[in-house]
């Protein structure tokens, strides 16, 4: 059923294009935070790292536990097709728009950089494949436009550097 192995396979490769929706957790000594993900946000760069485009919201939790060294997982697994479940156990390294990196990283993606918070990089420590067998089948039917359409409004406004500033470090409960 399940196995662990290093990097990532083709077939893993594969998977992760496929699919419409992931989820990153991530936790620095503090509460872990699962936050699902959606849009086209994610690239393999090679079989040792991911690389997610991370757009503004609510908090910033990926943030913390980023430039806290913290520990991540990020899990895809199928709604469709074979049952599959894929975590890819990871460090992430903070892009930010100021990062000489960033336009180059930036070019993986058909975006427009004012309407993004930052980039991460996944430095991959461990893959693990297992049979996803109890996942129910469900059929994607279309992406929202709500958060696309609010970050373009900010930054048009030349409200969104600002928020995103303001957003930096989670309330502290």
Same mark, same amino acid.
């Given at each position: 059923?399940?196995?662990?192995?290093?990097?990532?396979?083709?077939?893993?490769?594969?998977?992760?294009?496929?699919?419409?929706?992931?989820?990153?957790?991530?936790?620095?000594?503090?509460?872990?935070? *699962?936050?699902?993900?959606?849009?086209?946000?994610?690239?393999?760069?090679?079989?040792?790292r991911l690389l997610y485009l991370?757009?503004?919201?609510?908090?910033?939790?990926?943030?913390?536990?980023?430039?806290?060294?913290?520990?991540?997982?990020?899990? =895809?697994?199928?709604?469709?097709?074979?049952?599959? /479940?894929?975590?890819?156990?990871?460090?992430?390294?903070?892009?930010?728009?100021?990062? *000489?990196? =960033?336009?180059?990283?930036?070019?993986?993606?058909?975006?427009?950089?004012?309407? /993004?918070?930052?980039?991460?990089? =996944?430095? /991959?420590?461990?893959?693990?494949?297992?049979?996803? @067998?109890?996942?129910?089948? @469900?059929?994607?039917?279309?992406?929202?436009?709500? $958060?696309?359409?609010?970050?373009?409004? @900010?930054?048009?406004?030349?409200?969104?550097?600002?928020?995103?500033?303001?957003?930096?470090?989670?309330?502290? $409960?």
């Amino acid at each position: 059923m399940g196995k662990q192995y290093k990097t990532l396979t083709q077939e893993d490769i594969a998977f992760i294009n496929a699919q419409k929706l992931f989820y990153i957790a991530s936790s620095s000594g503090k509460e872990v935070n *699962l936050s699902p993900k959606g849009y086209d946000s994610i690239r393999v760069l090679d079989k040792y790292r991911l690389l997610y485009l991370d757009y503004p919201g609510s908090g910033n939790r990926t943030y913390r536990d980023a430039v806290e060294n913290g520990e991540f997982t990020l899990v =895809f697994n199928a709604f469709e097709g074979p049952a599959n /479940i894929l975590r890819i156990f990871c460090k992430a390294e903070v892009i930010e728009k100021d990062d *000489l990196s =960033f336009d180059g990283y930036l070019s993986h993606f058909a975006v427009n950089a004012a309407h /993004i918070r930052q980039l991460f990089i =996944f430095d /991959i420590d461990t893959v693990e494949s297992s049979c996803g @067998m109890s996942v129910p089948y @469900m059929s994607y039917e279309k992406e929202r436009k709500s $958060l696309k359409k609010w970050a373009k409004n @900010m930054a048009e406004e030349g409200r969104l550097e600002q928020y995103i500033e303001k957003h930096k470090k989670p309330p502290v $409960l």
